[in-house]
Structures are given as structure tokens and as C-alpha cells.
């Protein structure tokens, strides 16, 4: 998101790298794709742990 919202203003190199660090797992640097994908799956994860915690059975 804030890549979205910043990268539309008029900000010098180090202002960018100060406000918009890219994102490293153990010194690699993480595609936005796998970002998304990530997210997605935490999402479902989620969302499928809470639906079994809060089932009705009828």
C-alpha cells in the first residue's frame, strides 16, 4: 500500500529508499508477487481456520 500511495509524489532517491525499503527475507529481496501471493494464502488460512472455529451445526 505504500508503494500505491507514494510512489505518485515527488520524492528524491534517498527519500524513496527511507519511506519505500524493499521487502528481504534473509537478504533476498521479495517480489511484489510473492508478496501477494503470501498475503493471499495468510488470508485463506485464515479464513479457513475461522470458519471451522465458529461452524453451527444444525
Known sequence: MRHLVLQH???TT????RLLPALSWFGWEV????????????????IGA???MFRTTE
Open 14 to 17: 534517498a527519500e524513496q529508499q
Open 31 to 46: 517480489p511484489v508477487g510473492v508478496q501477494l501471493v503470501t498475503v493471499a494464502v495468510i488470508t485463506a488460512g485464515f
Open 9 to 11: 509524489l515527488d520524492l
Open 50 to 52: 475461522a470458519a471451522r
